[in-house]
């Protein structure tokens, strides 16, 4: 079964930078996309940045330029390189995975537990 861990929250100040990790538990599959998204307390959840098995990126307007988003295929790792991070950057980062499982053929999205991020002086 596939599990997606994510890794590297935290507190830090704002202009500081986080880097979040994602690694998925098996081997036996293609990724076709991995990202990350994330949810403030009231608000919906939202796209971060993704990215897919040719390396196209994909990031919301408000953390352009300032995130970056990476895959380590070999590690099977997406990780997500976040700078000059703001307090409305402050949320529950979830890794998100598009995943095709060769064995079963089956492909679904899989979804991390979150890491909390937080943005506070």
């Known amino acids: 079964q596939v599990q997606l861990v994510e890794s590297g929250g935290g507190l830090v100040q704002p202009g500081g930078s986080l880097r979040l990790s994602c690694a998925a538990s098996e081997s036996i599959f293609i990724i076709y996309a991995m990202g990350w998204y994330r949810q403030a307390p009231g608000k919906q959840r939202e796209l971060v940045a993704t990215?897919?098995?040719?390396?196209?990126?994909n990031y919301a307007d408000s953390v352009k330029g300032r995130f970056t988003i990476s895959r380590d295929n070999a590690k099977n790792t997406v990780y997500l390189q976040m700078n000059s991070l703001k307090p409305e950057d402050t949320a529950v980062y979830y890794c998100?995975?598009?995943?095709?499982?060769?064995?079963?053929?089956?492909?679904?999205?899989?979804w991390g537990q979150g890491t909390q991020v937080t943005v506070s002086s």
């Open positions: 998100n995975a598009d995943i095709f499982i060769i064995l079963t053929g089956s492909r679904r999205d899989y």
């Open positions: 990215i897919d098995s040719g390396g196209i990126t």
